[in-house]
T-cell receptor
Framework: AQSVAQPEDQVNVAEGNPLTVKCTYS??????LFWYVQYPNRGLQFLLK??????LVKGSYGFEAEFNKSQTSFHLKKPSALVSDSALYFC?????????????FGIGTKLQVIP | GAGVSQTPSNKVTEKGKYVELRCDPI?????LYWYRQSLGQGPEFLIY????????DSGLPNDRFFAVRPEGSVSTLKIQRTERGDSAVYLC?????????????FGQGTRLTVV
């Protein structure tokens, strides 16, 4: 079985400050990790993914995430937060055992960027 | 269209009624996924289609739920004898293939309310 934990229901950060949204995972086999963002009344949007290779993954809108195998973590980061980054962020994992993208999502973390 | 389209955007139905939710994937995408997102939760996998066939329906909660994709494009999620617990946002996603190298694009979802 695969699972994702997002330990923070909400993260508040001042505009211009760095932000981190935490994610830890559990999966048998090699993990495939994703971050999605959900704006109000809009669908999930893909931000970035880790499949293999460099542990630091760069994605859309200046976001990046670091894969840490020993800590089973995949925290989302951005050097300088924007008010427009305020949204709901979901971490997701797949073990790809079936050969396709069957992902398990976390419950989401609400990011609030304060002007 | 340019993205994944889901109709209707909102559906209110009475307990015990039958509903159909439609998903128009991105043209040419062979992989199609249905997820269900309950209030305050992350999306939960329901079913995966590769072409016309349901390759994995392990997430369907019971036999009241059924999905089809007869021509390998549009998919319909069907729910019989709806219950109040079925109230959720139903999300559809498609990708060019089912592999990890292709991005999954989500629709805006259908918000189903069973009263």
């Amino acid at each position: 079985a695969q699972s994702v934990a997002q330990p923070e229901d909400q993260v508040n950060v001042a505009e211009g400050n760095p932000l981190t949204v935490k994610c830890t995972y559990s999966v048998s086999g090699n993990p495939y990790l994703f971050w999605y963002v959900q704006y109000p009344n809009r669908g999930l949007q893909f931000l970035l993914k880790y499949i293999t290779g460099d542990n630091l993954v760069k994605g859309s809108y200046g976001f990046e995430a670091e894969f840490n195998k020993s800590q089973t973590s995949f925290h989302l980061k951005k050097p300088s937060a924007l008010v427009s980054d305020s949204a709901l962020y979901f971490c997701a994992v797949s073990d790809y055992s079936g050969g396709y993208q069957k992902v398990t999502f976390g419950i989401g973390t609400k990011l609030q960027v304060i002007p | 269209g340019a993205g994944v389209s889901q109709t209707p955007s909102n559906k209110v139905t009475e307990k015990g009624k039958y509903v159909e939710l439609r998903c128009d994937p991105i043209s040419g995408h062979t992989a199609l996924y249905w997820y269900r997102q309950s209030l305050g939760q992350g999306p939960e996998f329901l079913i995966y289609f590769q072409g016309t066939g349901a390759a994995d329906d392990s997430g369907l909660p019971n036999d009241r739920f059924f999905a089809v994709r007869p021509e390998g494009s549009v998919s319909t999620l069907k729910i019989q004898r709806t219950e109040r617990g079925d109230s959720a946002v139903y999300l559809c996603a498609s990708s060019a293939t089912g592999t990890m190298n292709t991005e999954a694009f989500f629709g805006q979802g259908t918000r189903l309310t069973v009263v």
